[in-house]
């Protein structure tokens, strides 16, 4: 039986990339996409989910906008990483169809509370806004989810954002830290795992090969983040941070993960949005991802793109 999942979502190029891996796996229900402000502003971001779903074919799937700021802080963006429109060098366009009508944080409520208690898993790949929103407004959301399986967080690698933040954590550290303490159970894909999965000039010139359009437009995305690599970070090839958690639910066994408790700074100007992960806790919250096998999660990827 399909999994069912939902995917909340800033594409974001690796956002992208993980919305085509997950429209390409029928192993899913894919109950809806919700978007939230990160990358690049919220009407931007659910707009490219639409034009996404739109490249994808998948129509089934509804697409619904949602927080525009984070819950305390300033908003803060990452263009420089993804474009001014979120897309890297793929030109924006209006998709046919749009968002529903409704916001993310009521469909994320609505979706998992109509169905039974611990069977959806709800997917996070941009800042937490939406769903601690949601987990606020309906207290029971966090015992009925069966996990969040999140992108984000740092320990051993550091920071992206700052010298110890993640941008996802960063970017809305109150909303994170309200989602750790909510007592869901959590799977963290931090940079110390996708930064191990990086696009190598091979792993791209196989995704363009495919001849797909999914492919064509995931190889220009990679290209492009590989060039922003170079010429921001002074590195060679480009993480793939968001197809991460999509990739460990499709095969588990591409990922290492430990048992661990998270919490979020939210208080010092200095550390704001640092994960601190603690293995030897004696009250876990989350599994942390310690190791990656980047050529599976390629292999996954360039196998579904066809
Ligand atoms: C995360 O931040 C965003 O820029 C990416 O989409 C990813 O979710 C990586 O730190
Ligand atoms: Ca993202």
Redesign the pocket.
Known sequence: MAEPIIIDC?P?V??ALALLLAFASPEFELLAVTTVG??VAAAKTARNACLIREVAGRDDVPVYAGATRPLVRDAVE?GD??GVEGLGAVPARTPARGAEAGDSQRAIVDLVMARPAGSVSLTV??PMTNVAAAMASEPALAGRLKQVVA??GARREGG?ITASA???IFADPHAAAAVFASGVPIVCFG?DA?HQVRATEAHIAAIEALGTPAGAMAAAMLRFSRQVERDVVRGTDAPL??PCPIAWLLRPALFELKPCRIEVETTSPLTMGHTAVEFRSAQPNARWAVSADADGVFALLTERLA
């Open positions: 800033d974001g690796d956002d990160g990358n990452a990483f993804h790949v941009g992108m984000g992206n993640e941008f996802n940079l996708t941070h968001d």
